[in-house]
């Protein structure tokens, strides 16, 4: 699953429109715009986060934000290094900013570093006991990781708090059969079938 963004609050758009008019607004709709929507290509959306971190002031917790928007940029771009550095200067603006852990841990996971990706959805988990994607996730970099272990028991937990997610249940049927959990295996399949996945 991939990376998450989020608005910047109502009170940094005030601060960001207060006496700076249309162009503030405009960096800020391309900097929380989404690449799946084609509007902005992910470039335009780093140099308009850019200009917001660079030219308004915010709150820590915006700043937080606008590095996660970036962050996410960089990854939609292929720059899984500069979006782990931006996920970085969000958290150190908001540790307990539980997206921006999810989305460094993503990326983590993207470059082979099951280590530091746990570890990063471990901490959203604890931020946000009910993030779905962040124990899908962390599930999928255990079994990359080589634990299915620990990757049933994250696939089960995602599943449990979304029971239509056909993909942990695909997930966890790979892990059941490596594990010789043939029948745990078929169900999941079955499952995962019924749900379309």
Not at 42 to 71: H, M
Not at 109 to 118: H, L, N, V
Request: some cysteine; aromatic content about 8%.
């Amino acid at each position: 699953m991939k990376s998450v963004l989020f608005p910047l609050s109502a009170a940094a758009v005030l601060l960001a429109l207060s006496g700076v008019g249309a162009a503030a607004q405009d960096h800020q709709t391309v900097c929380q715009s989404r690449t799946s929507e084609a509007r902005y290509t992910p470039q335009q959306q780093i140099q308009s986060c850019t200009v917001i971190l660079e030219q308004y002031r915010l709150t820590p917790a915006d700043r937080a934000i606008t590095f996660t928007n970036r962050g996410r940029a960089w990854y939609d771009a292929g720059n899984q290094d500069a979006a782990i550095a931006d996920y970085g200067e969000a958290l150190r603006h908001n540790p307990d900013y539980a997206a921006a852990w999810y989305n460094r841990g993503t990326s983590y996971s993207e470059t082979g570093r099951q280590p530091q990706a746990i570890a990063d959805f471990t901490a959203a988990i604890r931020i946000n006991p009910n993030y779905t994607n962040a124990y899908f996730n962390r599930g999928a970099a255990h079994a990359r990781n080589g634990d299915c272990a620990r990757a049933v028991e994250d696939f089960s937990a995602a599943i449990r708090l979304n029971p239509g997610l056909g993909v942990a249940y695909r997930n966890r049927s790979i892990c059941r059969r490596i594990m010789g959990d043939t029948a745990g295996s078929e169900a999941d399949v079955a499952q995962a079938a019924r749900l379309g996945s």
